[in-house]
Structure formats: structure tokens, C-alpha cells
């Protein structure tokens, strides 16, 4: 198979990261990234036909499933903090979440990496907001899986997001 051809691959991490680069957060049970073109189409009509289709790329939609998630990831993208108390074996970690809090952008990324371990694919989002609130159940003998999901926009200098392939597997950028 020749570097450039399409093949499977399976998840193997998802980062969540603060806008400025600064704060990550890794999803270490991250089992699902999903991402489709947000797109804005519109039709012209003449003589009674259809005449031209005009598509534009708005944006990604983006979802992620995760086994459980960590707090500070959920307060990385909601902009909120994690309050941590006590001392071992008694510490707690409280995610208080506030009325009117504004979410903020952060970006995410997720590696998948193929059977023979030799290449990788990144995708990037590179200005991604929560638009559905977190959802996560807690059931007998079930694992908790939590799920969010939102838009990703342009950033201005990398687009709204990229997919990369590495012949070489290759680390997520870190902060």
C-alpha cells in the first residue's frame, strides 16, 4: 500500500486544548471523535429549472463520546475551573457548573493510527465550541459515557479544520 491511499484506522487519542495553546487536557478513555462539513447550500432558479447549486463550507460539526471525562476537561470547555480539596486518601475534585457562563473556543485533536503502527491520521479542529450540553448516565453494571457536541469555525489562519496523514506516526501537538 503507497502513503497517500486511504486505509482503516482506530482511534488511539483525543487532547482537548485551551484557545491560547496554553492548558490540555487528554480524554484517556476518548472511544469516539466525529466530524462532518458544516455546509450552507443555495439554489438559483431560471426557465423553471434549477439552474446552479451553490455549496459553502461553514464550518465542522463535531461530536465526542468518552469513557467517563475528566473534570478538567469539562471545565476547559465550558470555562469554568475544578476546585480540588482535602489531602490523599480523602481528596476531592468539584466541577461547579454556573448559570450564564459563556463557553469558550478550544481546540481539539484526535489520533487514529492504523494495524501496522507505521502511520497516523490527525484530524484538527481548530476553533471549537460546545453547542449541546454534556450528556452522561449512570446505570448498573453499565460503563459512563459521556457525550458533547458542537461547531468548529475558521480561525483565521488554519481554516476551520485540517486532516493530516503521516507516513510516520507522529505525538498530537502538545501545549
Known amino acids: ?7 482503516p484506522f482506530g482511534i488511539r487519542d483525543i487532547k482537548i486544548t485551551n484557545i491560547g495553546g496554553t492548558t490540555q487536557v487528554d480524554l484517556p478513555a476518548g472511544m469516539k471523535l466525529g466530524f462532518s462539513d458544516k455546509v450552507t447550500n443555495g439554489e438559483m432558479r431560471g426557465d423553471d429549472i434549477l439552474a446552479e447549486v451553490v455549496t459553502v463550507r461553514d464550518g465542522i460539526e ?3 463520546e468518552s469513557g467517563g471525562i475528566p473534570l478538567y476537561a469539562w ?12 489531602v490523599t486518601p480523602n481528596q476531592t475534585n468539584t466541577f461547579q457548573a454556573d448559570a450564564g457562563q459563556c463557553f469558550p473556543y ?9 494495524p501496522d ?18 450528556e452522561g448516565e449512570f446505570g448498573d453494571g453499565e460503563f459512563f459515557v459521556s457525550k458533547c457536541s458542537g461547531v468548529g469555525l475558521d480561525d483565521g489562519s488554519n481554516g476551520a479544520y485540517e486532516i493530516v496523514e503521516n507516513e510516520t506516526a507522529a505525538a498530537l501537538p502538545a501545549t
Open 106 to 114: 478550544f481546540k481539539i485533536y484526535g489520533k487514529a493510527i492504523g
Open 117 to 134: 503502527c507505521a502511520g497516523d491520521v490527525h484530524v484538527l479542529i481548530h476553533k471549537a465550541k460546545l453547542t449541546d450540553p454534556l
Open 1 to 7: 500500500m503507497t502513503f497517500g491511499t486511504a486505509r
Open 75 to 86: 471545565a476547559l470547555m465550558t470555562g469554568t475551573t475544578v476546585a480540588l480539596a482535602g
Open 62 to 64: 463535531w461530536s465526542l
